[in-house]
């Protein structure tokens, strides 16, 4: 596997590893015996900033060649 295929994999599981974490992170602040309200805008406000994070990724790995 080339440098380029190994730094390819790191960024991106990192950027899933951080996703996972941000939603443990909400479901360890507003759960409990369920989801609040709060806390199901913050679940959509963590999707958002994933699917951002992985445009900007994609965008800058794309560039990298």
């Known amino acids: 596997m080339d440098h380029e295929t190994r730094r390819d994999i790191v960024v991106s599981v990192g950027a899933v ?4 974490a941000l939603l443990m ?4 602040t507003y759960g409990g015996n369920g989801l609040t309200q ?7 406000g963590v999707i958002v900033f994933f699917v951002l994070l992985m445009t900007v990724v994609g965008y800058w790995l794309a560039n990298q060649y």
């Open 25 to 28: 992170g909400v479901g360890m």
């Open 17 to 20: 590893a951080l996703f996972v």
């Open 38 to 44: 709060t806390g199901a805008i913050a679940v959509v």
